[in-house]
């Protein structure tokens, strides 16, 4: 023993070198002697720079024994450093690696802890999850609680803090008991709260095989592919994520986040935690509310026979999605929506099995006209391989300037490879004189059609040195609005129309037209299967901006005519149909974020979406400038300016923007998750390359 051991400095510290650490233990249940119940106790450990967690651990064991005669499995335990925010996880390394100082006061304290998961369709489970293991491997676990493939394409969500004085309609942290015991969680009513204890054989009740573990049931040692039929079979599937209620709370609905404008979204996208890092080290605690959510808009092979939860919860995000205005709708496309909406809910309520049969058609068949928008392969058309087909019509353009009062012009166009040429007559063309030529390789696509005013128009924003040049097509029918429309999506893309999936985009269209069609009619055809109900309250079917204009009276008739149209759907083929018409919206999958552009004064919008960066106005979302994933060679962080930096393969260009508001991180994300997610195949056998997710997303380079 040294002769120093023992004497102890002013500073706190002994002669030695050692001295006490401060270590709280907590989920405990002691005695003392006063013979109250201690839920946490603080044991002060003797330790010295040099000693490494493991020893550190074994001596605050070994004064529990002595003190408090405990005898329990610390298997589950591991030493948090709240201060420091993270986690002393690696038990070889000593102290001083970790900078422990004297100062330092630890928690011992169990890794895995319950956490209030809300669902996109706003219902609530408590699940115990791992604080201590990165976020990506926290949502595939939630995942194979709630039987969801692919949860490569989820992620986290914790709503940001309203900022003082901020109005802004994000969902508050409170917390009450209501008068019927349920919870107000995060401002939001728990509908169908699968709460622990009250449904005794449901997996989320204490004591049932899944309740304390998420280790699938079946694993056999080697990693599950998070899409294989083993992942599936390892979860509990609960009837209630299949289908929801016709309607939450009305304290739910008035408490959603509902954006007013662009700035609202863009903070509410800061709330995505970072995957690579753990709950813990980001804020969350026990019994905390997140939010599970679809954040990256790149869904693979949906699969009706073993999606039925996840095209479930894709349905309700699309839903509250439309209802909560995040992305813009036309009074159409709104009825539409609802009368899917009621038409899926009416099946909800039919507990007949043959109301799930009702739909004859092919499912094979409907999943190829659902190809293009779902992200399948497509099917080779058997036709002249040799040629570039193309399209010749007589279509109205329009140049939108500013002060501009000039209108459409009719012109004669020839669609050829990835380029439009327009001239003044069809003769004018046979001689090839007076061309003007748009190149649409990179250009923004957006559709603007009112079936009822017999409009069919295609907006086209095409990248220039200025900016984003905008040109206005105008179709005499749907007809060549669909072929068209087919055509310029594949452009923008780099893809002619010789490209195998050309037919099935020209079938997407048609069948989103048809929809509308459907929505806008008198409901006529088809036979009528439902008893139409008279009490539909139609805030829980229509956004609140169409429903001012249109009233309530008038929103039930127009959903009650036209719901008939979609009677030979079965449920899953009606969720499908939502999901495709919501992939179809010019708003659909954008995620907006504020940031500065190169030396610029003022904050932008900087828009990510999976195949694209759109640089936008701030004031109203036009698009000034994009550059698609496929032009990058590398995109990096640079952690002292806060700066995303992006180097195009055209020209050795660069493109920074400075995250002034929130983490670059965040952004980096959003690109590298969707590269991640484009090298997507379908071998069966194939696990979630993890590693690869995080050099993609990580934000540094080489």
Same mark, same amino acid.
């Given at each position: ?136 491997? !926290? ?59 009250? !449904? ?7 004591? =049932? ?177 040799? =040629? ?80 984003? !040049? ?49 929505? *806008? ?108 994933? *496929? ?72």
């Amino acid at each position: 023993m040294s002769a120093l051991s023992g004497v102890r400095m002013a500073d706190g510290r002994y002669a030695d070198g050692s001295w006490e650490l401060k270590i709280t233990v907590t989920d405990m249940s002691i005695k003392n002697e006063q013979g109250e119940i201690l839920k946490e106790v603080e044991i002060p450990v003797l330790v010295t720079t040099e000693l490494h967690v493991g020893g550190v651990i074994a001596k605050l064991v070994d004064s529990l024994k002595s003190k408090y005669d405990i005898t329990k499995s610390w298997s589950d335990y591991e030493l948090w450093w709240p201060k420091a925010c993270k986690w002393l996880d690696k038990m070889g390394q000593v102290l001083g690696k970790y900078e422990v100082q004297a100062d330092a006061v630890l928690l011992y304290t169990p890794k895995h802890k319950v956490v209030k998961v809300q669902l996109p369709d706003l219902q609530y489970a408590n699940i115990r999850v791992n604080f201590a293991a990165k976020v990506l491997h !926290t949502v595939i676990e939630i995942c194979k609680f709630f039987d969801i493939r692919h949860p490569e394409e989820l992620s986290i969500l914790v709503p940001p803090k309203a900022s003082k004085g901020d109005k802004s309609n994000t969902p508050s942290k409170s917390s009450k008991q209501n008068a019927n015991g349920t919870q107000e969680s995060g401002g939001l009513l728990t509908p169908n709260v699968l709460t622990p204890g009250l !449904t005794p054989t449901s997996p989320y009740t204490p004591g =049932s095989p899944m309740y304390n573990t998420l280790t699938p049931k079946n694993m056999k040692g080697s990693p599950m592919a998070s899409h294989s039929l083993e992942f599936l079979d390892s979860a509990y599937v609960d009837p209630k994520l299949l289908t929801t209620s016709a309607k939450p709370s009305t304290f739910a609905l008035a408490n959603l986040f509902r954006p007013k404008n662009l700035l609202d979204k863009a903070r509410y996208n800061t709330g995505w935690l970072d995957s690579s890092r753990c709950l813990m080290e980001q804020g969350v605690t026990e019994h905390s509310i997140i939010f599970l959510r679809f954040k990256f808009y790149s869904f693979f092979d949906l699969n009706p026979k073993y999606d039925s939860v996840r095209i479930n919860q894709l349905y309700e995000q699309a839903k509250w999605c439309l209802m909560c205005e995040e992305i813009d709708c036309t009074e159409e496309e709104m009825i539409m929506f609802a009368s899917l909406q009621y038409h899926i809910t009416k099946l909800s309520e039919n507990t007949d099995e043959e109301m799930e049969q009702n739909d004859n058609r092919d499912i094979e068949q409907a999943l190829q006209d659902l190809e293009g928008s779902l992200g399948s392969s497509s099917v080779a058309s058997k036709g002249d391989i040799t =040629s570039v087909p193309e399209l010749a019509h007589y279509l109205k353009l329009f140049k939108p300037k500013k002060f501009t009062l000039k209108g459409y012009k009719k012109y004669y166009f020839i669609f050829k490879e990835t380029s439009i040429t327009y001239f003044k007559t069809k003769e004018e063309a046979a001689s090839l004189s007076s061309a003007s030529i748009i190149k649409l390789k990179g250009a923004e696509v957006v559709p603007d059609v009112n079936i009822s005013e017999n409009k069919y128009i295609i907006k086209l924003f095409v990248p220039s040195l200025e900016g984003m !040049t905008e040109y206005w097509l105008r179709c005499e029918s749907d007809v060549v609005y669909c072929q068209w429309m087919a055509a310029c999506k594949l452009a923008a893309k780099g893809h002619t129309m010789a490209d195998a999936s050309y037919e099935n985009e020209v079938q997407n269209f048609r069948t989103l037209l048809k929809l509308q069609k459907s929505g *806008n009619s008198n409901g006529t055809g088809g036979d009528q299967t439902l008893q139409l109900s008279t009490n539909i309250e139609p805030q829980y079917y229509v956004a609140r901006r169409h429903l001012r204009k249109l009233g309530n009276k008038v929103v039930v008739r127009k959903i009650q005519e036209s719901v008939t149209n979609y009677s030979s759907y079965n449920m899953i083929n009606a969720k499908l149909a939502y999901i495709k018409a919501w992939q179809a919206l010019p708003e659909y999958g954008i995620t907006h974020f504020y940031v500065k552009f190169g030396n610029a004064r003022r904050e932008e919008l900087a828009a990510i979406a999976f195949n694209r960066i759109i640089r936008m106005d701030p004031n109203n979302g036009e698009a000034l400038k994009t550059w698609r994933f *496929n032009t990058m060679k590398a995109w990096s962080v640079n952690w002292d300016t806060n700066q995303v930096i992006i180097e195009l393969a055209e020209g050795d260009s660069q493109i920074t923007f400075a995250c002034t508001r929130f983490s670059p991180k965040l952004v980096h994300e959003l690109i590298g998750g969707y590269i991640f997610l484009s090298m997507r195949t379908k071998d069966a056998d194939e696990t979630l390359d993890d590693e690869n997710f995080f050099k993609l997303t990580g934000g540094w380079n080489g």
